[in-house]
């Protein structure tokens, strides 16, 4: 494994190789050959989610979409969310292990567990250092977002 | 001991059935088979498992079999309550909204009464006060409101002792042939497809069969169409002529109908935003008023959307609804269409939420503003 930078999330080290690039919704990006770019989802995303029991894409290989649009859906033991594209571009190969078993994203979520390959400007994307930067001021927002939603599950799990 | 004397519609008992989710949680499965095997334990009632019921096609052995009972059925799924009994209903198994009292907490809320006011003004053009639907009663259930079985056995004791049926007196033979039935004991129909339950045989007491849950071996693939809530929806067409893609259709009685669920495109809930009485669900959607949550209900998972990229969305029911509608038309390698904010449409559309901004809301106003 390459290096990584950590980040803390609380008590938790999340760790973010250096081999590869970021997008702001928490996404790995690893640029490959002609604009192909392959995404999966970050330490810091994974650590939100934490255990996946349910992932549904709602395009299929060769849709068009623009960054920050919404593809599909993620589900975990504790939270969902929807799924918004990391880029602009042509979603050219989805990982279909993980649509008969997204736990693969736990598992091995640097590696085996990558979500899609898309083709199109990856510019934006941010390098690791930049990466942590944006990470340092999105934590203190999500740990008060989760705190605030969480208090409602705890009520409802009684 | 064989009861002397059994009523028809009610021989059967009670039918629960558990609708299981879609996902691979291990807590979901641990609690929907101890529901079954509870269900299937008490008196006058019988058990049966089926996949997702919004997964089922119209046809499909599960759909077939519950159609078959003419007694009060209880449905049990990850859905909200509104969301099964319809979803029920699409399948043409009907019946009276039974009341339910175990209800998730977080959708209980008490300050509806002027809803209830307005209700009541239009509840002369209601499509379910016109196409009444049969007398029997059916109980949807959202799992999500207890955590263990008990609970939920406490709730079908209620129903029972409701419905009559607290006393021990399963019609044994009927059961045998709904459960198992083969050419010689094949299920009887009346002319409307019902159960005949007028069985007069001897029944057995050794049958094991209303014991253990009745389990559906079948597999479907997942789907996403709209779902009508016809106590709700007046007929007023805004979604045929909203939707693009040939979902909606009108059956003889001019009354609209889900024609084609499989035109529908996955993810797209943007004509349950048009809908001017929020009669249109889509029981997957993540937004619990899309999904038939009451107005005001709150989710029960966190969303970290917000925090994972969903973009900031200032805009009204029926931009959205136009904006997606837009996306799915690109999608579908269609053109998309120009929306205008002074059509028809946006006067229709009711805000979906009404309530002051909370705590959370700022928390969320300030992710915004962090640009994720």
């Known amino acids: 494994m390459s290096e990584s930078l950590t980040f803390m999330m609380g008590d938790f080290a999340a760790e973010f190789p250096t081999d590869r690039l970021y997008a702001k919704n928490h996404m790995w990006a690893i640029p490959k050959d002609s ?80 979500l899609m390959e898309m083709q199109g400007d990856a510019s934006e994307m941010l390098s690791p250092p930049q990466y942590l930067e944006h990470l340092a001021k999105a934590w203190d927002v999500a740990q008060r977002t989760i705190k605030g939603q969480a208090n409602t599950i705890d009520s409802n799990e009684e | 001991m064989v009861s002397a004397k059994i009523e028809s519609s009610t021989s059967n008992g009670l039918l629960i059935v558990v609708s299981q989710g879609q996902s ?67 399948h043409e198994i009907r019946g009276q909204h039974g009341e339910v009292q175990l209800l998730n907490l977080d959708l209980v809320n008490d300050d509806d009464d002027e809803a209830e006011d307005k209700e009541d003004e239009k509840a002369a053009d209601r499509v379910a006060n016109i196409a009444i639907r049969p ?102 067409m805004e979604c045929i002529d909203f939707c693009l893609f040939g979902v909606y259709g009108v059956d003889r009685g001019e009354t609209i109908l889900v024609e084609q669920p499989d035109n529908c495109r996955k ?23 899309i999904a038939g949550a009451p107005v005001d209900a709150g989710g029960f998972k966190i969303d970290l959307s917000k925090l994972f990229g969903a973009p ?19 999608l579908a390698g269609r053109a998309a269409v120009d929306f205008s904010p002074a059509t028809a449409t946006l006067e229709a559309v009711a805000p979906k939420q009404e309530r002051k901004p909370d705590e959370l809301d700022s928390l969320l106003d300030q992710l915004d503003a962090l640009d994720l």
């Open chain 2, 267 to 289: 993810g797209c809930p943007a004509c349950s935003r048009v809908c001017p009485e929020n009669a249109i669900m889509f029981p997957q959607h993540k937004t619990p008023a």
């Open chain 2, 135 to 236: 007398s029997r009663k059916i109980y949807s259930i959202d799992m999500r409101a207890g955590s263990s079985g008990e609970v939920f056995a406490a709730e079908f004791r209620r129903i029972l002792l409701a419905e009559q049926l607290d006393a021990p007196k399963k019609d044994l033979l009927s059961l045998d042939r709904f459960l198992n039935p083969t050419n010689s004991t094949a299920l009887s129909m009346d002319g409307s497809g019902r159960l005949d339950g007028n069985a007069s045989a001897p029944a057995s007491h050794e049958s094991p069969l209303g014991i253990v849950p009745l389990r559906m071996d079948e597999h479907p693939q997942r789907r996403w169409y709209p779902v009508i809530d016809y106590s709700r929806c007046t007929n007023c």
């Open chain 2, 24 to 90: 691979r949680s291990p807590e979901k499965r641990s609690l929907e088979d101890s529901i079954a095997t509870i269900a299937a334990s008490l008196p006058n009632t019988t058990s049966l498992v089926v996949p997702h019921l919004y997964d089922l096609a119209s046809d499909s052995q599960s759909v077939l079999k519950m159609r078959e009972w003419s007694g009060p059925i209880a449905i049990l799924s990850w859905l909200f309550d509104r969301a099964g009994f319809w979803v029920l209903d699409r």
């Open chain 2, 312 to 330: 900031e969305r200032d805009e009204d029911p029926a931009e959205a609804a136009a904006r997606e509608r837009n996306e799915q038309l690109i």
């Open chain 1, 35 to 114: 604009q192909i770019v392959r995404f999966g989802f970050s330490a810091y995303a994974v650590r939100l989610l934490q255990d996946i029991y349910f992932l549904e894409f709602g395009i299929e290989e060769q849709a068009e979409l623009k960054s920050r649009q919404e593809f599909g859906n993620i589900e975990s033991k504790k939270a969902e969310s929807g799924l918004y594209a990391p880029m602009t571009g042509k979603v050219v190969r989805i990982n279909g292990q993980l649509l008969n078993d997204p736990s693969g994203i736990n598992v091995d979520k640097y590696g085996e567990g990558w």
